[in-house]
């Protein structure tokens, strides 16, 4: 039968670190951001976030007779996209029930729903009475839109670094459509061009390409 001290020491040295005394050092990238951390985080890439798309706004200015707009149009292409952006952010960041985020399934479809629920609207909503003709070129606002999302999306690679256990392209790919949505709706206070297929083919491609940015580029970044 054997001795006490011929038994190995699993848990080693115990003036060691937890990851060096298990033998499963900490991965080079460093231990994951905790949730105190992240939290600080996200409040400072929200506040900067949103002073970016203030200025961007303030810099571009608002179309001229926004208000006369009918209100269901206003609803369908500023207010319902930017409430949709804002909560697919949130649904990208949230941890579930295990902290791996929500199911795979609802990520993938949301992540798909981001940018082709836009186009349908788009093309669905009625025009506007006495609509103008087109104003600027599709790549124009698609230009515009993608220039809108670009801090919004490094702030995010860099706030979310490592913070994603499992799903990171998926989440990340949801998280940059929803960017990809309210920079969309907030370029619509400027943009005054009406026509669907202006807004469906040029913003709608930009929401979309925020999406595939999230999806490969930022989940290098987020995922753990």
Known sequence: MAEFH????????????PGKRLGTPLPAGGAPPTRAELRRRRARALTASGAWFFVQLAAFGVRPGLLDLPADYL????????????????????PGRLGLGLRTPL??????????????????????????????????????????????????????????VSGAAYRSALLGGGIGLVSGALFALHCPDVDRIHVALGHGAAIAFAGLAGGLVIARFTRL
Not at 75 to 90: D, K, Q
């Open 6 to 17: 011929d038994i190995p020491d699993f848990l080693g040295d115990a003036s060691l670190p």
């Open 75 to 94: 609803v369908a292409l500023i207010v319902t996209p930017l409430a949709a952006g804002l909560l697919a952010v949130v649904a990208s960041v949230h």
């Open 107 to 164: 990520l993938v479809a949301l992540a798909l729903l981001a940018p082709s629920s836009f186009v349908l609207v788009a093309l669905a909503t009625p025009l506007p009475a006495n609509a103008p003709g087109v104003a600027a070129p599709g790549m124009f606002c698609a230009n515009a839109i993608m220039g809108w999302s670009v801090l919004p999306l490094v702030l995010s690679a860099l706030v979310l670094r490592r913070s994603f």
